[in-house]
């Protein structure tokens, strides 16, 4: 079970850190990520981590989200900063299993969202 939190509204230019915490049985070898959905338009890969470390981010983020994961406390993070009002989306995080040596790790391939197989319930930022 993945539980997202830390969506909120924002003005223009100001920071959130969203946090999607897994409980239950968890993958030591994982691939997860961040996805965002606006009414009207399609879902929209964000970012994503591996259980290697590597990371992916759509292009309309890069240089303004960070995502990380702390294994410890199972939990994903999302750094947003510099946030715009295009930013306004729901945010979900996801999940998989990563086989490692055969697989990449993205959210941003087309159709890629269908791979994973564990979502959390979202949660809403609003950037005004």
């Known amino acids: 079970q993945l539980v997202e939190s830390g969506g909120g509204s924002v003005q223009a230019g100001g920071s959130l850190r969203l946090s999607c915490t897994a409980s239950?049985?968890?993958?030591?070898?994982?691939?997860m990520g961040w996805f965002r959905q606006s009414p009207g338009k399609e879902r929209e890969g964000v970012a994503s981590?591996?259980?290697?470390?590597?990371?992916t981010y759509g292009d309309s983020v890069k240089g303004r989200f960070t995502i990380s994961k702390d294994n410890a406390k199972n939990t994903l993070y999302l750094q947003m900063v510099s946030l715009k009002p295009e930013d306004t989306a729901m945010y979900y995080c996801?999940?998989?299993?990563?086989?490692?040596?055969?697989?990449?790790?993205?959210?941003?391939?087309?159709?890629?969202?269908?791979?994973?197989?564990?979502w959390g319930q979202g949660t809403q930022v609003t950037v005004s």
């Open positions: 239950g049985r968890t993958n030591s070898s994982y691939c």
């Open positions: 996801a999940a998989r299993y990563f086989y490692r040596g055969l697989d990449y790790c993205t959210t941003t391939s087309k159709g890629v969202a269908g791979s994973f197989n564990n």
């Open positions: 981590i591996d259980s290697t470390g590597s990371t």
